[in-house]
């Protein structure tokens, strides 16, 4: 099935525009985004630049536009598409760096910022790990499989219009540890996600729960969040 790609290029030292590019391949069953962008940069343009490594839906690093909804190329496979002309951009939001590869290290300044690792200064046991039921798991499962692609941050409006909020991303790391049994550590990321970047910025829009290819449901954590700072303070 000869299927065209129209692809985002930009390259900040050529002095041009950013620009689309269309490629045409023979695209075979099974083949993800991702394999066809492989080879397109391997047959067709080896300027061609975008991220990847796992191929199996795990690192996030592939994360980006497709046909307008951000998705995960090595998870997406063209036949489903259903479309003579795939249409690839950058995630929006974030700064391109050159073609498909975005600038991610304000979004992980963002994570850093809510403490995202356990918090406890009571002394663990010293024969065994640190205990949790399955049913306090359960409360933070979904938010444990995050692979930090930004694909729900980058899906945001809230994000699109305040560059300082958090993000869901970041909110979603928060509740994860939060309301983690184990923890101990709610009064030191009170104050990074209580504020009209954090959490009250959020207005459940709900695209991020459409973005996430994890389906974690960024919205229902933020909003446990929410009650939780409130009951605190009440």
């Not at 304000?106 to 403490?115: E, G, N, Q, S, T």
């Amino acid at each position: 099935m000869n299927t065209v790609f129209k692809i985002y290029r930009f390259d900040p030292e050529s002095g041009r525009n950013p620009r689309y590019q269309y490629f045409e391949i023979d695209v075979t069953k099974g083949q993800t985004v991702l394999d066809a962008l492989i080879e397109i940069k391997a047959h067709k343009d080896g300027s061609l630049v975008f991220r990847r490594s796992c191929r199996s839906g795990i690192c996030g690093s592939c994360a980006m536009q497709i046909n307008g909804l951000n998705k995960l190329a090595c998870e997406t496979q063209v036949e489903d598409l259903k479309s003579k002309t795939v249409t690839i951009d950058p995630l929006p939001g974030f700064k391109p760096i050159k073609d498909l590869a975005v600038d991610m290290e304000p979004f992980y300044d963002k994570l850093r910022a809510v403490l995202p690792y356990l918090i406890n200064p009571d002394s663990p046991p010293t024969d065994k790990e640190r205990i949790q039921s399955p049913e306090e798991f359960k409360m933070i499962e979904l938010a444990t499989s995050c692979i930090l692609c930004g694909g729900c941050t980058s899906s945001c409006p809230s994000f699109w219009a305040d560059k300082a909020y958090l993000g869901p991303a970041a909110l979603v790391k928060a509740y994860r540890y939060v309301f983690d049994t184990r923890d101990r550590g709610y009064s030191d990321r009170s104050g990074v996600v209580n504020n009209k970047h954090g959490l009250w910025r959020c207005h459940t829009i709900m695209n991020c729960n459409d973005a996430c290819p994890k389906h974690i449901f960024p919205t229902e954590g933020i909003s446990l969040l929410k009650r939780k700072v409130v009951e605190e303070k009440y």
